[in-house]
């Protein structure tokens, strides 16, 4: 290292600070404006780094609610779309696509939209697996779409990208990490970000905090999942922080069966999570063990470290801080890669700053976020039969004659969980988590009786038996106690589980059904104040302002929706 | 991390014939021989849903031939026969080496120099690659097709079953009545266990279609107007829409001063998950197979 004296250096820091300065005033994104509480812009996944999606905007609020009107919607189309640029005309493309990618393959599995669309000065960027849009916030209007020609990989979705500067970052199911000119759509680079030949396949929204790109892994195989940092400029790799022990000495091997066990051990963190500049500490949850089901390679009993917990590194380095697991020796497929909630609260009447999440296995927990102190759980699944208390260190304890049965064990939830990855919300407000819940019956039979088990999802057949309902649940913080629990009036046995949620300084809970209703809720109660039907809602409403408008926005399959107050 | 697989969605994969064609002919031998042994495994992806990776091209059959015979003479003692893994020596299948190799390239420096407990070997290149097409030769999945199948579900005492059913079941079904030859009429174990717990759920892929349960039915009373019943066909916070006996649809828009009475017949089916034992579904299940 080369030493630099104080003097040069301040200069070095001045010169950083002009060079960025002016980089930003070039237009796109000052990831600074990230940590502003949530308003005009969307400027990350979950709209700002709490993960709250709580907006500031109250143009539109219970008053006016009843007035909510259609402003436009945009159908996205996928795929590569015509060579030649067709004549501008009402639904048609007014530009033509920019094809990437090195594969040869199309996905034509059909364009549900189910991430965070990006509102950053007027324009809307939106994704679907390999694919990225631009719109023009105002009305919906594409500006330019890209597309990447695949290798193949798990289309499951995507959760919409990120961005730094006038540069966007997104992921794709062949493994690589994309940046993309914000301005036309054209690629900077691409860098196959995990190995493609053992399956992995990517679908997390980056996230930027400061000069970091920051996403995870996911896989179905037997694999370490992990979380890696990019520099926005180049891709290049700055850290990359294992789920799982990956050498002998690593922390939490001891509870493992073994470093091959690790090694293959899983954990991938899917989903974006929030960060605490105070701390520096970037806080997401991780995925489930493998083998998910036939679970007694992973050691029986042991608690398989890091694999479904809420984590906390450090941003700059990719250190671990500290962990809760939230499932001990998963062996349901109950990810706890959910995007955790910060709060700044009150516990026994005193401050302090926490973080909050509902998990996929039917528990609730409230730590604190500067230690990963756990100060409450609750069981928010009334129906859940898989654990039959909580342990000393408050997390449920498995029963394992409900993993599973050669003539089937009757578990709640079924593999969907609870709860899973659409977005829970939190009001400062009310004080109240908001989460999209199901309660719902499976029978696993194990239809693997190798002792030693299947590879990932295998070894098992999970058949559905009933739903029982779909609900939204509002959790209190500070006792973990059902505060309300909206009940959706459904005919279907098998119901499903609402999309993800907005709530508002307009006292407005805005989320979908399970019968393809967009509705808003009193946040307080639950009372319905609006709806309109527009068809499966598949990701989580946001809202922006642009030119002194708000607008409500929501994604039902391949369209957007975008509601505003008639002017 | 599965979140909720779609079928359809690798299903209608645009891609070529090493890709979806055997992936589609998996779809399809699992959906008609459940109990198929899996064989090798070469050419199938994501039998059960999620899946979308290259299949590997079959080998050169010779070379197969001789790869097995090396792996079974060389490595097996270790690996496992299946090269899933056995005393001492891990599963090669998920390897991260053996999933990236493509002809013995990245298996034969590992096989050269030892790793950890395993000592060195002295094969030849050409061994290294007929050891390769060997390992090759698996299927690997994240959805890993069952290779060792219980032969049955029945495990149930079928007399504890029967007081378990006479006391919980009796007041709705009989032996005599609607259940006479139930096992008669449904003879896979599995279907006749997921439909007596819930009549009209799916068994589970392979399985037969489920028997069609009755669908719950539904009067809407309006103010002052008489009211009207019929087959419930939706209903959600804010629409309720029905189907009278006369075949005449009727929808209704909710408002606090609709009466709305859904009778589901499977209510009680619902209510008694809250109450088994799986013991007590295990029983049951063998006793109802009793009755041809």
């Known amino acids: ?567 | 991390m599965a979140v909720i697989a779609c079928a359809a969605v690798v299903r209608s994969f645009r891609v070529g014939l090493s890709f979806v064609c055997f992936w589609a002919l998996g779809v399809a031998l699992a959906a008609q021989q459940p109990a198929t042994p899996p064989e090798g495994g070469r050419g199938r992806i994501g039998g059960a849903g999620i899946g979308a990776y290259p299949v590997r091209p079959p080998g050169d059959p010779a070379a197969l031939e001789r790869g097995t015979a090396l792996y079974k003479t060389n490595c097996a003692f270790c690996h496992g026969q299946d090269a899933r893994g056995g005393d001492g020596g891990p599963s090669l299948l998920r390897s991260g080496i053996v999933l990236a190799d493509q002809n013995g390239e990245l298996v034969g420096p590992v096989l050269e120099q030892g790793r950890g407990a395993m000592p060195k070997f002295g094969f030849k290149p050409d061994q290294v690659a007929d050891l390769a097409a060997f390992l090759h030769s698996f299927r690997v999945a994240g959805y890993d097709v069952s290779r060792q199948k219980p032969p049955t579900i029945l495990v149930g005492n079928a007399k504890t079953g029967e007081t378990y059913f006479n006391e919980a079941c009796g007041s709705c079904h009989s032996v005599s009545g609607d259940l006479r030859g139930i096992a008669t009429r449904i003879t896979d174990e599995r279907v006749l266990q997921q439909s007596w717990l819930m009549p009209g759920s799916m068994a589970g892929r392979g399985a037969p279609p489920p028997a069609k349960a009755r669908p719950p039915s539904v009067t809407v009373t309006e103010p002052g107007k008489p009211p009207v019943t019929g087959t419930l066909g939706r209903i959600d916070d804010f629409v309720v829409s029905l189907t009278t006996a006369e075949g005449e649809f009727r929808s209704f828009r909710i408002t606090p001063r609709l009466k709305i009475d859904v009778a589901d017949p499977l209510a009680p089916h619902k209510d008694l998950l809250r109450k088994y034992t799986d013991a007590d579904i295990h029983n049951v299940t063998a006793f109802l197979a009793t009755l041809k």
């Not at chain 1, 969307?42 to 109250?58: A, E, I, K, Q, V």
């Not at chain 1, 691409?190 to 790109?213: C, D, M, R, W």
């Not at chain 1, 003539?407 to 709860?419: D, F, Q, R, Y």
Request: aromatic letters at 10%; charged letters at 15%; one cysteine or more.
């Open chain 1, 1 to 567: 290292m080369t030493m630099v004296r104080p003097a040069s250096r301040l200069l070095a820091v001045v010169l950083v600070l002009m060079l960025t300065s002016a980089l930003f005033a070039a237009g796109g994104l000052d990831p600074a404006q990230i940590l502003k509480p949530l308003g005009d812009a969307w400027p990350t996944y979950s709209g700002d780094y709490t993960s709250r999606r709580y907006s500031t905007l109250t143009e539109i609020n219970q008053s006016n609610v009843k007035r909510l009107g259609l402003a436009w919607t945009s159908r996205l189309v996928a795929g590569p779309g015509p060579a030649v640029a067709p004549p501008q005309a009402f639904g048609l493309r007014p530009s033509p696509t920019i094809v990437g990618g090195v594969g040869d393959n199309d996905f034509v599995g059909g364009t549900v939209v189910k991430g965070g669309v990006l509102a950053v000065d007027g324009v809307l960027y939106v994704t679907a697996p390999d694919n990225v849009w631009a719109l023009d916030a105002q009305d919906g209007r594409e500006l330019w779409h890209f597309y990447w020609r695949t290798r193949g990989g798990t289309h499951i979705g995507n959760r919409g990208a990120a961005m730094w500067g006038n540069y966007l970052f997104f992921v794709t199911p062949d493994d690589y990490l994309i940046s993309l000119d914000a301005r036309t759509g054209r690629e900077r680079w691409h860098k196959e970000i995990a190995p493609f030949s053992q399956q992995y396949f990517l679908t997390s929204a980056p996230v930027v905090v400061g000069n970091h790109v920051i996403v995870g892994t996911g896989n179905d195989l037997d694999s370490p999942g992990y979380l890696m940092a990019f520099d926005p400029e180049t891709g290049e790799q700055q850290w990359r922080w294992y789920a799982v022990p990956m050498n002998a000495g690593d922390p939490g091997l001891e509870t493992w069966k073994n470093l091959d066990a690790a090694r293959n051990g899983g954990g991938h963190p899917w989903l974006p999570g929030s960060y605490d500049p105070e701390t520096k500490l970037y806080i997401f949850g991780t995925g489930n063990p493998t083998p998910a089901y036939t679970s007694s390679a992973r050691g029986e009993g042991l608690e398989n470290l890091f694999t479904c917990a809420i984590v906390a590194v450090h941003v700059d380095t990719g250190k671990m801080a500290w962990y809760f697991q939230t499932s001990p020796h998963d062996t349901h497929d109950w990810d706890s890669a959910q995007t955790p909630i910060l709060v700044d609260g009150t516990i026994n009447g005193k401050p302090r700053k926490l973080v909050v999440t509902a998990s996929r296995n039917g528990y609730y927990f409230t730590l604190d976020r500067l230690t990963g102190e756990r100060l409450v759980t609750s069981k928010f699944s009334d129906t859940a039969n898989w654990a039959d208390g909580l342990n000393e260190k408050g997390q449920p304890r498995r029963i394992p004659a409900k993993d599973h049965h050669v003539a089937g064990a009757l578990v709640s939830s079924n593999n969907g969980g609870a709860t899973n990855w659409p977005p829970q919300a939190f009001s400062p407000d009310t004080g109240l988590l908001y989460v999209p819940s199901a309660e719902a019956y499976a029978m696993y039979y194990l239809t693997e009786t190798d002792p030693r088990g299947a590879m990932g999802l295998g070894g098992k057949d999970e058949v559905g038996v009933a739903t029982m309902g779909s609900y939204i649940t509002a959790i209190d913080y500070k006792t973990g106690r059902t505060a309300w629990r909206h009940r959706f009036q459904t005919a279907a046995g098998n119901a499903g589980r609402a999309p993800g949620l907005l709530v508002t300084a307009g006292k407005l809970l805005f989320g979908g059904d399970v019968s393809g209703n967009f509705f808003a809720m009193d946040p307080a109660n639950g009372s319905v104040l609006w709806h309109a039907r527009i068809g499966g809602v598949s990701n989580a409403p946001q809202t922006y302002r642009v030119d002194g408008r708000q607008h409500v926005l929501v994604g039902a399959g391949d369209t957007l929706y975008s509601f505003a107050l008639y002017q």
